[in-house]
């Protein structure tokens, strides 16, 4: 089963992501913060990222940061949920174009079903 880690600090939208994916088949497991969030993914080594931007302890573009340095995750694919637009700079850290509304729940299947499938390499617009 294809694990994928949410790392969102607002409960609502952390439930919504587990439920929905958990419904799709997905092992979901849901980190708080940025340090427990790149804990998690160290131990976990997932197959997907859910992370939000705006986190208690490691704001999200650190976290991002963090992921592209380990080489242990640096391939692991990064879905940057966030109601905060940051322009160019997810970005810079690795992360596909900002949208600018919050994922619908068949949007989220959808791509986290093409991210955890897509080789990193065969789709140019996955990174």
Avoid: F, H, W
Wanted: glycine letters at 6%; charged letters at 20%.
């Amino acid at each position: 089963m294809k694990q994928i880690l949410v790392i969102e600090d607002n409960a609502v939208a952390a439930n919504l992501y587990r439920t929905t994916l958990v419904s799709a088949g997905y092992d979901v497991s849901v980190a708080t913060d940025g340090e427990s969030g790149l804990a998690a993914a160290a131990q976990r080594l997932p197959d997907l990222v859910l992370l939000d931007l705006m986190l208690p302890k490691i704001a999200g573009l650190e976290v991002l940061r963090k992921i592209r340095a380990t080489p242990a995750l640096a391939q692991v694919p990064v879905m940057v949920t966030s109601n905060a637009y940051t322009g160019r700079a997810s970005t810079n850290c690795g992360a596909p174009a900002p949208r600018r509304s919050s994922p619908r729940p068949r949007s989220l299947r959808r791509n986290s079903r093409r991210s955890s499938t897509t080789r990193l390499g065969s789709d140019p617009n996955v990174r």
